[in-house]
């Protein structure tokens, strides 16, 4: 049976690109929180535990449920900490909350990380509280103690030094653990910032961790394509899609695109974002709709129905894509539909 | 085990609208494509079937698929038509494709409807082939004759008169068969949009047909809530999420809502939208992340940590959501993510 969108992904790109983290930011742990950001957790972990993979971080509980299924020796990390009502599952399945309130420390007695926030003003525990914790903590350290940083895309801010000093006068008042500050973009901002630990996510599916800082040091690991359905001829100043906010300039050939926002491709990328179909570019016309895009094929040489196009991939970067989307590679791949199937292929 | 995220719905309110649907435009036909429009085929169609509904739409041959085995008598169109290799797929699941081209129409024999296009310049046969189709058509009518309007949500729009016409035109060249232009906002249109079946879609989920035109004919359907994982108190000035974007203008409460873009909250709704906790609106802070959401709370008397936050539903219309988060109804509801678990209830 025909396909008419798919999602390939290269899991051993996915572990090479866990050994470059690792290469340059040492001792490693894998974010596969949000089902591996999409691409499936399934697909992605085996080749993580192959590559020597033992860490690894989700968000929540049921999250590091399903990933226990995967890998029953891994060190399993939950950044959302015990929700009320959660602890006995996460005490079952040996997963480890990363705790972030007096509350939790208090609530917890089993093995723990402690986020420390230094900046984010989202998770983790407050600066005055860290001395109150360190007393609780005297008999039982955690086996990680995390924070966050707010602008690790880019290496120009000085949010950056500032959150590392935050964390250094945590770390002095806290009993003596492993420390782990950088996600794949504090993995290039230098050793100060790897610690014991480093935390890849992004980097591993191959977005850039440094949008616009020199050239992308990791791979490509996904495609996105969806299948030509129809091709029509319209003349110059016929519109297009819902709306008709798109008016062709010259007599032009429109392709129907089997992919819409119910798949994943943003609203927001109408009129904007393109696909690549035989090696052209061809611009998105008109609104995306739920099921459909039209793309603009007049110069697109032997263009047929059935044709695919990639809408990311090898031949469209993420970042790229992510950018004409109106949004970052993080959201572009973890919103994905489930309306399309992923298909692990071996080798790219 | 406590749920993070979660999102109810009443398919007996999907019913409901189903019904005020057919009394405004007639007979009825249940669009449920992308998984019933992200809710579940499978808690909604047996509500749409109670109902007394006999026909449906869905976009993509897996979806009429999927469908068969909750109708198992309903009569299923399927809005892609044949791409090539899912003939034998649609036949054996009694599927009724809707044919949009010549060679499509030549290379199904089978029961079909038949898609012209009127202006969409999207799928469906273009005018210049609708004296053709009638030839190849003569001995086999279509079950159905169907188009599709680019403004039917807004009233005051001449394209959809125009529409009207070139169907009309079409109808008349065509071999005698049933005809459907409506879809929710053509229902709106008045008596000489109906033709022999409407084709509601986001009518049947709660999202108004003609946002901007009169108060909604349609009931809320669903709810999306989070639970509130931390409570922290910032200063004037401090900054809250990635890149620092929001700033405290007095001392404030801020939450943190275990959902983000992962679960379907559009990143675009940073610092626009807002959630109902006890009865009173929290404004979102900061950027959506993947899998939190930062809220001031500073006004919400009484909040605490495990507090549910509702992001639409009764409290919070979900036209009103969409516009705060940058987008429509439709793509709301269907990119709310599979991380969120689905829970039917009976009642509102």
Redesign the interface.
């Known amino acids: 049976?025909?396909l008419?969108g798919r999602i390939r992904v290269w899991p051993k790109a996915v572990a090479a690109n866990f050994a470059r983290m690792r290469r340059q930011g040492g001792n490693a742990a894998a974010v596969v929180?949000?089902?591996a950001y999409?691409l499936g957790l399934g697909g992605v972990v085996p080749a993580l535990l192959a590559e020597g993979c033992t860490q690894f971080f989700v968000?929540?509980?049921?999250?590091g449920m399903a990933l226990r299924a995967l890998a029953p020796q891994a060190r399993i990390f939950v950044?959302?900490?015990v929700?009320?009502?959660?602890g006995?599952?996460l005490a079952s399945h040996r997963l480890i909350p990363v705790l972030?309130?007096l509350?939790e420390i208090s609530r917890w007695q089993g093995e723990a990380a402690l986020h420390v926030?230094t900046?984010?003003?989202?998770?983790g525990l407050?600066p005055e509280g860290v001395a109150e914790a360190a007393r609780r903590l005297k008999d039982r350290a955690p086996v990680l103690v995390m924070s966050h940083l707010?602008?690790g895309d880019d290496p120009n801010s000085p949010?950056n030094a500032e959150q590392l000093s935050r964390f250094r006068e945590a770390l002095a008042t806290l009993p003596t653990a492993p420390a782990s500050l950088a996600a794949s973009g504090g993995v290039f901002l230098g050793k100060d910032y790897h610690f014991d630990l480093v935390r890849p996510g992004i980097g591993l599916y191959g977005g850039h961790p440094q949008p616009g800082h020199g050239p992308n040091p990791v791979q490509c690991v996904v495609r996105l394509t969806g299948?030509i359905?129809?091709l029509?001829?319209?003349g110059a100043g016929?519109?297009?899609?819902?709306?008709?906010t798109f008016h062709a300039a010259r007599p032009s050939i429109?392709a129907?695109l089997?992919l819409?926002?119910?798949d994943?491709v943003?609203?927001?990328a109408g009129n904007r974002a393109c696909a690549v179909i035989r090696g052209r570019r061809a611009p998105f016309v008109?609104r995306v709709?739920?099921?459909?895009i039209?793309l603009d094929v007049t110069d697109v040489e032997g263009v047929a129905?059935?044709d695919e196009a990639e809408l990311f991939g090898p031949a469209l970067p993420l970042d790229e894509a992510a950018a004409a989307w109106?949004?970052?590679s993080?959201?572009l791949l973890?919103?994905l539909?489930?309306?399309l199937p992923r298909v692990y292929e071996g080798t790219q």
Do not use: F, H
Request: hydrophobic share 30%.
């Open positions: 049976m025909a008419t929180k949000a089902d999409g968000a929540r509980l049921e999250e950044l959302d900490g929700p009320e009502g959660t006995p599952a972030g309130s509350d926030d900046g984010m003003n989202r998770l407050p707010a602008c949010m299948t359905l129809q029509r001829r319209i016929e519109s297009v899609g819902y709306g008709g429109i129907t089997a819409g926002y119910a994943g943003l609203r927001s008109g709709s739920m099921d459909l039209g129905a059935g109106g949004t970052i993080y959201e973890t919103g539909s489930r309306r």
